[in-house]
């Protein structure tokens, strides 16, 4: 098997720099807890300079030794996001990528276990020349050369890298150690801003800030001094208590900034705005800020979402129901499709291994719209193929994703087709029926990494089906992950059933979208469309799945 499309556009990277000594590196640093919102900051900082016409990008460090995050259990990770050329990526990166409008790729994650690979591949190949390979220079190195790797082709003005995990952890010590090294090779083109937390003692009626001024000062014993600190806090913290952490940290006290809880993380860019995050970062870079960002199109999007009163109640069906983030691209463009059509989302959670029968009518008849989640393995797939049952015989706005479509099949073939032991070869290899099979170039695969179907590839669509006129067009293009296809030797007795084959690969023929028809909205696709779905141009698919959600609602008054 030769190099995936991902692998190759990672190698020209490398091998066609194009030397910019004038990009300048934003690093974002957290401290005292986890889940501070490192990512959103990134994103929102980024979101600001693109306003005022520079060209940014964002990358994400982590500090797990796993090669990236496709492995790991949402339980674990969250979501598993999928860049353009087919990087299983962290999930921040589905932010960097909604809130700057620009397609992410492998150079812009970065985990502990591709750095340690690398070097000890080079070991291998005896590009250290004997020297004992050692954190200081050879990890270190491999770090800095990654971090500039995005600048270093000329592409950007800015790269913000976020650097994961929280300072004093052991694992995140060679990227802090790095940061140092090119603070310091950089100059005036390096900067750091360190985000930590401010709790508030309930019982005392107190914030405190005596947890930011230690994690100051870890970050102050590895050699980095911050330029700029965030305090994420639930409470307002007042001007005197700013100046407080402004003089035990040797920050200036216009560089100390509240990130206080909003009701959504899209405000979040116009909260560090109102405070010159923007403006104090250019200046102490060397940038004379001019102007104001242009942020008609980003308030376009709160005014509706603040002015919206009409509601849309989406029922999203999956095994992880409960992790916040394990379907967090699939929420977002849900908000955002929502958004745009003037409607506050409604999205409720239905586990599906708690959905049955029985109860199918409880948990369903509310929704105007329903999500079948995509994921793996057996667990929970009998309550997706009851949600899906019930809400094609009640003729209920359906959108199958991934997985979900393969339900879909799977679901028709055996209540539709009359095949009741119908399956995927995935849930039951000795099925009868195998709608849903392995594809073949993945029948010879060993290791589970990085190895199934990724990133982004065409798709033509029949010009008369429901998906061609949600897209406005015949030629999509989506991103994929999976390693099971929809078996084509069944093509014709679902499409005489009723069950259409609208969307295929123009090269493979594998087939990437069904819908019904007859049916107000029953799609299927093979790809994750939640993965192009952006606060400023939302996935047309998501778009119309809500649209149709809508008048279905409508029509039930």
């Not at 692998?7 to 501070?36: Q, R």
């Not at 991103?479 to 929809?486: D, G, K, L, V």
Request: aromatic share 8%.
């Amino acid at each position: 098997m030769g190099l995936d499309p991902g692998v190759h556009f990672y190698n020209s990277l490398i091998n066609n720099l194009i030397v910019s000594v004038e990009t300048k590196y934003i690093f974002v640093t957290g401290g005292v807890v986890s889940s501070l919102g490192k990512g959103i900051i990134s994103s929102s900082l980024a979101r600001l300079l693109l306003a005022r016409g520079y060209r940014v990008t964002i990358q994400k460090f982590d500090p797990y030794i796993n090669v990236d995050p496709g492995t790991l259990n949402p339980y674990e990770h969250g979501e598993c996001y999928v860049t353009v050329d087919g990087h299983e990526a962290d999930l921040d990166l589905g932010h960097y990528e909604r809130f700057t409008n620009t397609p992410t790729t492998r150079a812009n994650n970065v985990t502990t276990g591709r750095i340690y690979q690398s070097v000890i591949n080079k070991e291998r190949r005896g590009d250290y020349l004997g020297k004992t390979v050692q954190i200081i220079p050879h990890i270190t190195d491999e770090i800095k050369r990654n971090v500039k790797l995005l600048g270093n082709t000329g592409k950007f003005d800015f790269v913000i890298t976020e650097i994961g995990g929280t300072v004093g952890d052991i694992e995140s010590t060679p990227y802090l150690e790095a940061v140092r090294q090119l603070r310091w090779e950089l100059g005036k083109n390096a900067l750091c801003i360190h985000l930590t937390y401010v709790p508030y003692l309930r019982a005392a009626k107190e914030l405190k800030t005596k947890p930011t001024q230690h994690s100051v000062k870890l970050l102050q014993q590895v050699g980095i001094q911050p330029d700029v600190l965030v305090l994420r806090t639930e409470k307002d913290i007042p001007a005197g208590m700013r100046r407080k952490v402004a003089q035990f940290c040797n920050v200036d006290p216009e560089a100390v900034i509240q990130s206080i809880d909003v009701p959504t993380i899209y405000q979040v860019p116009l909260t560090m705005h109102d405070q010159h995050l923007d403006e104090i970062v250019l200046r102490k870079m060397g940038v004379e800020p001019k102007g104001e960002p242009n942020l008609e199109a980003w308030n376009q999007f709160l005014h509706k979402l603040s002015t919206a009163t009409e509601q849309v109640t989406i029922g999203l069906v999956g095994k992880y129901v409960e992790l916040q983030d394990a379907y967090k691209s699939i929420n977002e463009s849900l908000f955002q499709a929502a958004t745009h059509l003037d409607h506050k989302l409604n999205l409720v959670y239905i586990h599906s291994e708690k959905l049955n029968e029985a109860n199918a009518d409880e948990k369903l008849s509310g929704m105007d719209g329903v999500i079948i989640a995509p994921g793996f393995g057996q667990r929970g797939i009998d309550g997706k193929f009851v949600a899906l049952k019930w809400c094609r015989e009640h003729d209920v706005p359906t959108f199958g994703i991934c997985l979900g479509m393969q339900c879909m099949v799977i679901e028709f073939a055996r209540n539709v087709l009359g095949l009741p032991e119908a399956n995927s070869t995935e849930m039951d290899p000795n099925t009868p029926d195998n709608v849903i099979d392995l594809m073949e170039e993945q029948k010879s695969i060993s290791n589970m990494g990085g190895t199934m179907r990724l990133g982004a590839f065409d798709c033509r669509l029949l010009p008369q089906s429901r998906v061609a006129k949600a897209y406005g067009s015949t030629e999509v293009s989506e991103r994929h992950r999976h390693r099971f296809e929809f078996n084509d030797e069944y093509r014709a007795r679902f499409e005489e059933a009723g069950m259409k084959c609208v969307g295929e690969n123009p090269d493979t023929h594998l087939v990437e979208v069904v819908e019904i028809p007859e049916k107000r909205w029953f799609i299927g696709t093979q790809y994750h469309p939640e993965y192009q779905s952006t606060v400023l141009n939302p996935n047309p698919l998501f778009l119309d799945f809500v649209k149709a959600a809508i008048a279905y609602r409508d029509e039930k008054k």
